[in-house]
């Protein structure tokens, strides 16, 4: 059975930085993995992913101060999150999709999805 596990979240002030975490297990490899967020009384958004090739995808809010990366022998996903802000407040999901995609900002091409880990920015 296929397991996300994310980590790294946590209270930060604004300004700061966080670094997530995510860690697959029961499987190899995935196509494409990324993150998505979902604020208090928002609907979930794309934050980054890389979705094959080395490619990455930012959304426009995220790009400049956020860093995807990508452990592929570890099936691990990074999220280096600079110059937080109190609008970054959320919960940060980690996603897996078992192909690469040409369409990494829509949560329908992911296959499996982590639980989710807060992260609030203070200001």
């Known amino acids: 059975q296929v397991q996300l596990a994310e980590s790294g979240g946590g209270l930060v002030q604004a300004g700061g930085s966080l670094r997530l975490s995510c860690t697959a297990s029961g499987t190899r490899w995935f196509g494409a993995m990324g993150w998505f967020r979902q604020a208090p009384g928002k609907e979930r958004e794309f934050v980054a992913a890389i979705p094959g090739g080395g490619i990455t995808k930012y959304s426009d809010f995220v790009k400049g101060r956020f860093t995807i990366s990508r452990d592929g022998a570890k099936i691990t996903v990074y999220l280096q999150m600079n110059s937080l802000k109190s609008e970054d407040t959320a919960i940060y999901y980690c996603?897996?999709?078992?192909?690469?995609?040409?369409?990494?900002?829509?949560?329908?091409?992911?296959?499996?999805w982590g639980q989710g880990t807060q992260v609030t920015v203070s200001s």
């Open positions: 996603a897996a999709a078992l192909r690469t995609t040409s369409t990494p900002r829509s949560p329908d091409v992911y296959n499996y």
